[in-house]
């Protein structure tokens, strides 16, 4: 496991913080664009009203190490499920396996407790064990709900909940382990199919 004593600064990103909104994603597309709902080109056409509307809409989270973007998860209000969707998770290469992505989703699970929330899903991508792992180790459990990536896609995505122990407590323990990097090395699919930012 990678040993990096700084531990990644973890914020809520605002309709003014689109611009490094746009650089995370980018760099996400261009990374691992098998794993999200949207293109680069996609994201790269988007204006910036399209980007701030994005914001607006969601919990979107920005881990930073010593100044540098090195990872991005955003928790959206789930209307058909109720609860929160849990998507556009990634973690920078360089930070794979020191806890980044346990940080980005315990803040997730974080401000889901905070507002209310009494469950978290999110899909990850069939094969990515890694991200199941991941979400394991926080919490999650499959739920049996599977489906294809996007629409006519012969690859299937599997759907994972969370719930909190017990109604106002955190989320999660404290001590949970960072990831070592063979665990983190691909990172989740976004299950975002609505081609948002």
Do not use: C, K
């Amino acid at each position: 496991m990678r040993m990096d004593l700084s531990m990644p600064e973890i914020r809520l990103l605002v309709p003014e913080d689109w611009a490094v909104f746009r650089r995370i994603r980018l760099a996400a597309l261009t990374d691992a664009p098998q794993f999200f709902g949207s293109t680069l080109a996609e994201a790269q056409a988007r204006t910036e009203s399209d980007w701030r509307r994005a914001l607006s809409d969601r919990a979107q989270f920005l881990a930073q190490r010593d100044g540098t973007e090195v990872g991005t998860v955003a928790g959206m209000p789930d209307p058909e499920r109720g609860g929160v969707h849990l998507i556009s998770m990634w973690v920078a290469p360089s930070a794979r396996g020191t806890g980044v992505s346990d940080r980005l989703v315990r803040a997730v699970l974080d401000w889901a407790v905070e507002g209310g929330h009494d469950v978290v899903h999110l899909e990850f991508a069939e094969h990515n064990a890694f991200a199941e792992r991941l979400y394991l180790r926080n919490g999650f459990v499959r739920t049996g709900g599977s489906g294809p990536i996007v629409p006519g896609d012969p690859r299937r995505e599997f759907e994972m909940a969370w719930r909190p122990p017990t109604p106002g407590l955190p989320a999660h323990p404290q001590g949970i382990r960072a990831a070592t990097a063979s665990e983190t090395s691909v990172p989740h699919r976004d299950a975002e199919h609505r081609r948002q930012p």
